[in-house]
């Protein structure tokens, strides 16, 4: 798809797309480092609680990240949204698992 398609499409759509410009695989998971950050004191305020479930309190701002992003037309910055909050969750999914698989009760 060219890009005066692209802002064609974009445009019926009530979205605005800067010319040349998709985003950055990198900026998106850098956003996602960033909003990390938030869970810092989000753990202290549930007592660690939060960080046993970040895949889900990440939705939080997982969600709106990619709506904005997608929005101005950056599909390059969306995949490295989605990428980085897969990794995070699936090593929070692993790490928790391992933790409460080891502290079971015999």
Known sequence: MSEDELAERAADEGLTV???SKGS???GVGQILLFHLLQIPLAAMTMFLSLAVIS???LAYVIPAIVVARRKGHEETVKGIIIAASVSALLNIA????VFY???IN
């Open 25 to 27: 695989v990198v900026w």
């Open 95 to 98: 790490c928790t698992g391992y």
């Open 102 to 104: 080891n502290l079971k």
């Open 18 to 20: 800067e010319p040349g």
């Open 56 to 58: 889900v309190s990440q």
